[in-house]
């Protein structure tokens, strides 16, 4: 059975920062990625790692949010420094098998994600 879990969503001020965690079980994957969900709004890329450790941010986060993973415990994480109120969202981990290229496989914008976890709430606010 496959299990994406999350963790570590809370309501924090401007500036703050947070980190996330996704435990990952039950699924041979070569890519994993936060995403974020307003209401209303489509869900977005944040941030994706494959199992190289080739990492890929969407714009609005780089310099500001860390994807890593620590593959001994099966978890991913999301390191969010200098949160602003638009970074409010549902935050989703999700893993998927990637599209091979050559020896490698691409993980970022476009690449289908198989699997989610229910989401964590990040709220930014004074």
């Known amino acids: 059975e496959v299990q994406l879990v999350e963790s570590g969503g809370d309501s924090v001020q401007p500036g703050g920062s947070l980190r996330l965690s996704c435990t990952a079980s039950?699924?041979?994957?070569?890519?994993l990625g936060w995403f974020r969900q307003d209401p209303g709004k489509e869900r977005v890329g944040v941030a994706t790692i494959a199992s190289d450790g080739r990492t890929v941010y969407a714009d609005f986060v780089k310099g500001r949010f860390t994807i890593s993973k620590d593959n001994s415990k099966n978890t991913l994480y999301l390191q969010m420094d200098s949160l602003e109120p638009e970074d409010t969202a549902l935050y989703y981990c999700?893993?998927?098998?990637?599209?091979?290229?050559?020896?490698?496989?691409?993980?970022?914008?476009?690449?289908?994600?198989?699997?989610w976890g229910q989401g964590t709430q990040v709220t930014v606010s004074t």
């Open positions: 999700a893993a998927g098998l990637g599209v091979p290229a050559g020896s490698k496989h691409l993980c970022g914008k476009g690449v289908k994600y198989d699997y």
């Open positions: 039950g699924y041979n994957y070569n890519c």
